[in-house]
């Protein structure tokens, strides 16, 4: 229940999407607002649709290191997830953001030393919480 929360929690800030976007002047840009809003939306849908299976997959992988490639597709469609979400974005900022965190992401599926060095609960805790967010945090800028 604890990593539950954990994880909902490190991605509570796709899930509110309504951030205002100010152009340079100050007013809010209603075209660019809507396509940042949009792709949040759809981003956020992503996080909830594969946030629970990765969480999972990690606390199997502690338990049982023969989980290994299940872990690691987890991570790798999350990825995969989070790229399409934002790849079709009219915001030019949101694709590059998205582009950044699923590549930082599905280079981290293949990275043996990084799965490794989860070992305990508390590590996974970690990974879903603040290692999760800092790989996300291109696009939080943009959603937030």
Same mark, same amino acid.
Do not use: H
């Given at each position: 229940?604890?990593?539950a #929360?954990?994880?909902?929690?490190?991605?509570?800030?796709?899930?509110?999407?309504?951030?205002?976007?100010?152009?340079?002047?100050? +007013?809010?840009?209603?075209?660019? #607002?809507? *396509?940042?809003?949009?792709?949040?939306?759809?981003?956020?849908?992503?996080?909830?649709?594969?946030?629970?299976?990765? $969480?999972?997959? #990690? =606390?199997?992988?502690?338990?049982?290191?023969?989980? #290994?490639? *299940?872990?690691?597709?987890?991570?790798?469609? &999350?990825?995969?997830?989070?790229?399409?979400?934002?790849?079709?974005? +009219?915001?030019?900022?949101?694709?590059?953001?998205?582009?950044?965190?699923?590549? =930082?992401?599905?280079?981290?599926?293949?990275? +043996?030393? &990084? &799965? +490794? $060095?989860?070992?305990?609960?508390?590590?996974?805790?970690?990974?879903?919480?603040?290692?999760?967010?800092?790989w996300?945090?291109?696009?939080?800028?943009?959603?937030?």
């Amino acid at each position: 229940m604890r990593r539950a #929360l954990l994880a909902l929690s490190a991605g509570a800030f796709l899930l509110n999407a309504c951030g205002v976007l100010d152009t340079p002047t100050g +007013a809010p840009a209603p075209t660019a #607002l809507a *396509a940042v809003k949009t792709t949040c939306e759809v981003l956020g849908r992503a996080y909830e649709k594969n946030m629970g299976p990765f $969480a999972e997959s #990690l =606390t199997a992988y502690v338990a049982d290191r023969k989980a #290994l490639p *299940a872990a690691q597709k987890s991570l790798a469609t &999350f990825a995969t997830a989070v790229k399409e979400a934002t790849a079709t974005s +009219a915001d030019a900022e949101l694709v590059q953001a998205g582009q950044k965190s699923a590549e =930082t992401m599905q280079a981290r599926s293949a990275d +043996a030393a &990084f &799965f +490794a $060095a989860i070992k305990t609960p508390a590590d996974v805790d970690k990974t879903v919480g603040p290692t999760l967010t800092e790989w996300l945090s291109p696009v939080q800028k943009r959603c937030s």
